[in-house]
């Protein structure tokens, strides 16, 4: 299956990545654990309604401890490797922006993107490691007919992360190996008690990283008061579809699209969000039916399977991690823009999240949904 | 795989001598040293004796050594044991964590401290600690040798400005001792910190010099032991092993004796060789005086981290400043504190030898380092831009 001398795994303290490295040492590959340490989870402890103390978490102190415990179990050297100013900088700080620019933003992308494939398997070469091995639940292979490397669906849909790793480029996907692509959860679970991991009933971790518990709120005000920076005011009016101001609003990053919750404002039938306009800080809100839309407009491409989009395809997209893949056509209308539209108009399209294209099994590519 | 140890600041081997001293107080010495019984009056004696020992080693009486848990414990007790509210602190911005976030801490409970800065050279004026004293001033602490760089710090002249202002004085020695000679009446401390487990002792075991005189509040409440100044059953092993390792300190220390001024020529050996053989790379304290056993060196362009990883993979083990702070973000408070850029600052390795450094694992080192460096700076952008623009 692999012909890497020396395979670096990225470990997350969590079962999927303990399992890949006790595989990938099994299987005779020189293996070094290693552990991004990217966010002091004790750093916003206690500021503005954040929980005082976090433990399970990526990153947190018993992360690590069971990600080297795992190491120690299987006989592989063990490292942290710090990029917590990177990740800042790439992943936490656009987080907040794109929230106050009333989007909503997916930060595990962005990780994936700038730290996961991109810091990680930097520090991998530097070590002397030739490939990094996660544990997402993707495929990833070398596609001879076409000459490019693909990344697929895995066996378990329920678990299928390809939604977060669209940002893939050839060079990154050439160094990448994801060994649990052909196994469900509880093989996985399984093949880690057959290792003697004591994790192996470990929860998984659905979350944020960074924001524990998940109220990304909370989160704001926590780290922009860290920062010295007050939370800029965003108040203004809720909207309806005619352009009627129907009430107010605390801010807009209080709101996503398609939330029904939090709108104040009490009328016949049920409002929901339906668009976030950042320079007017207005909120537009609507009855069900305006939720749904068969077009939208994705930037900052990223292109897996073909290089380039000469002609309109046909393929499924998915519009949020949590999505059934829907048919739709792509075409290419701006040097970095894919204008997708929707055989079945779908709900609640946002700005800020990602739409992955897909044909079958095989990811297309992707783009940022604006 | 060879593998070859030059983290000696970060914890040194017992040396073989030291666990055979230690030997017969895990078996059949066993006792209290505080019991009237006989098995009680024979781990007393191994204690005195010890404590002989590490007194003989620091130039003091025997009286005035305070066996502790390690030279954590002795700046602890040594800052919060003479510190009353209202009083000022002065200190250096490049002390170990033990003495920082002691001070740090007091200045949350409202005590002032100065930090005084260092020179590029890693170096404390004493003149800066003059002018930093005030009426209420009642400690002044500054290490002996900076664990990072091996800087040794004018302790002589400071402990001259404190005893005329009538100001205690305490010095965390664990990175000085059994490196350079210390005489506690030259230095004219009042305290004096030394590890364990830094001079070829176990772990978990030091002393508080303390001169007689100095009034100290004890940390640890509980029997009268160490002369009511610090309670808990004696560590007999552990004091037995520093007693022992002090010894053989005291042996090697002093007058140029062949071990010792043989370490310098190693590291010496090490540092000239790096430097030689990788461009853009030199010495982090370069130009103040060191113990003989430390070498700090920045290689421009590449991550410390991942060189320190790099070289542990191939059996060479080193870090990047103290080992206390691994798996931290900010760069070394010490070079940052001699001002230095964070580049430059997580760039830099720290070598340090020890007693049983042989030549051969310097030549190790030295073929090693280069290439690694080499390797790393292929793969780092900075590098061929710089190199670039050069050409």
């Given amino acids: 299956m692999l012909n890497h001398n020396t395979i670096a795994v990225a470990m997350s303290g969590g079962v999927d990545s303990s399992t890949v490295a006790a595989m990938l040492r099994a299987d005779g590959h020189n293996v070094i654990g290693l552990t991004m340490q990217l966010w002091n989870q004790r750093r916003l402890a206690g500021h503005a309604g954040m929980p005082e103390t976090v433990t399970g978490r990526c990153c947190s102190l018993d992360d690590v401890y069971d990600a080297r415990r795992v190491a120690e179990t299987i006989g592989i050297p063990y490292y942290v490797v710090n990029h917590e100013d990177r990740f800042e900088r790439d992943v936490v700080r656009p987080f907040v922006q794109e929230y106050l620019s009333g989007r909503t933003p997916i930060p595990c992308s962005l990780c994936n993107n700038h730290l996961k494939f991109d810091q990680l398997l930097t520090v991998a070469q530097q070590i002397g490691a030739d490939a990094v091995a996660t544990g997402h639940y993707a495929r990833v292979g070398f596609d001879e007919p076409r000459g490019r490397w693909l990344l697929m669906r895995p066996s378990d849909r329920s678990k299928d992360q390809t939604y977060f790793l669209f940002g893939l480029t050839q060079e990154q996907l050439s160094r990448t190996l994801f060994p649990l692509g052909g196994m469900t959860k509880p093989e996985v679970r399984d093949l880690a008690r057959k290792h003697g991991l004591a994790l192996a009933e470990k929860p998984d971790s659905q979350e944020i990283c960074f924001v524990p518990g998940g109220d990304y709120k909370n989160f704001l005000d926590a780290y922009l008061a860290e920062q010295g920076e007050s939370l800029p005011d965003t108040a203004g009016e809720l909207v309806t579809t005619d352009g009627r101001v129907i009430g107010e609003h605390s801010g807009i990053h209080n709101f996503t699209v398609g939330q029904r919750k939090g709108l104040g404002v009490a009328t016949g039938s049920p409002l929901y969000v339906l668009q976030i306009k950042g320079d007017a800080r207005q909120v537009i809100v609507g009855e069900q039916e305006h939720l749904y839309s068969s077009t939208l407009l994705t930037r900052r491409i990223n292109l897996i399977s073909v290089k380039e989009l000469l002609e309109p395809m046909r393929v499924t997209v998915k519009i949020r991690h949590r999505h059934e893949p829907a048919p739709a056509t792509i075409q290419r209308t701006g040097s970095d823009e894919i204008f997708v539209t929707f055989d079945d108009a779908q709900r609640a399209i946002t700005p800020g999240q990602a739409a992955v294209f897909y044909d079958g099994d095989v990811v297309v590519g992707g783009g940022w949904i604006s | ?391």
Avoid at chain 2, 207 to 232: D, I, M, Q
């Fill in chain 2, 1 to 391: 795989m060879r593998r070859v140890y030059l983290d000696n600041n970060a914890t040194t081997p017992v040396l073989p001598e030291v666990l055979e001293a230690m030997r017969p107080y895990f078996g059949e010495h066993f006792g209290n040293a505080s019991s009237i019984h006989h098995h009680g009056q024979e781990t007393r004696a191994a204690v005195e004796r010890a404590r002989e020992s590490v007194a003989a080693l620091l130039g003091c009486r025997p009286a005035e050594i305070v066996f502790t848990s390690g030279g954590t414990e002795a700046d602890n007790l040594a800052i919060f044991g003479l510190v009353q509210p209202g009083d000022h602190i002065v200190t250096s911005t490049i002390e170990h964590h033990a003495v920082l976030n002691s001070c740090k801490h007091l200045q949350e409970k409202g005590i002032e401290v100065t930090y005084i800065p260092v020179d590029g050279r890693c170096l404390v004026d004493p003149d800066d600690v003059r002018r930093a004293l005030r009426p209420n001033t009642r400690l002044v602490t500054v290490m002996m040798a900076n664990n990072e760089t091996g800087v040794l710090q004018p302790v002589n002249e400071i402990g001259k400005i404190c005893a005329e202002a009538d100001v205690y004085f305490h010095t965390d020695a664990v990175q000085a001792t059994a490196k350079v000679p210390i005489r506690v009446n030259e230095i004219a401390c009042d305290l004096l910190s030394i590890s364990g487990h830094k001079i070829h002792a176990p772990q978990g075991v030091g002393a508080l010099y303390v001169r007689k005189g100095t009034t100290l509040e004890p940390r640890f409440f509980g029997g009268s032991h160490e002369r009511s100044r610090r309670a808990g059953t004696e560590n007999v092993p552990g004091i037995v092993g520093l007693g022992k390792a002090a010894e053989q300190a005291l042996k090697s220390l002093g007058n140029g004796h062949p071990s010792d001024v043989e370490l310098g020529r190693l590291r010496d050996r090490l540092e000239s060789e790096i430097l030689r053989q990788v461009d853009s790379a030199g010495v982090n304290g370069a130009g103040a005086p060191r113990v003989p056993n430390t070498t700090n060196i920045y290689f421009d362009y590449i991550e410390g981290e991942a060189l320190v990883i790099a070289l542990d993979l191939k059996g060479l083990a080193v870090s990047t400043g103290a080992a206390c702070s691994s798996g931290a973000i900010e760069p070394s408070h010490v070079l940052t504190a001699m001002g230095m850029g964070p580049d430059r600052a997580r760039a830099s390795l720290r070598f340090s030898l020890g007693k049983q450094t042989t030549a051969e694992d310097v030549d190790f080192a030295i073929q090693l380092v280069p290439a690694s460096v080499a390797r790393l700076r292929e793969l780092s952008p900075l590098y061929n831009k710089s190199t670039a623009v050069h050409s």
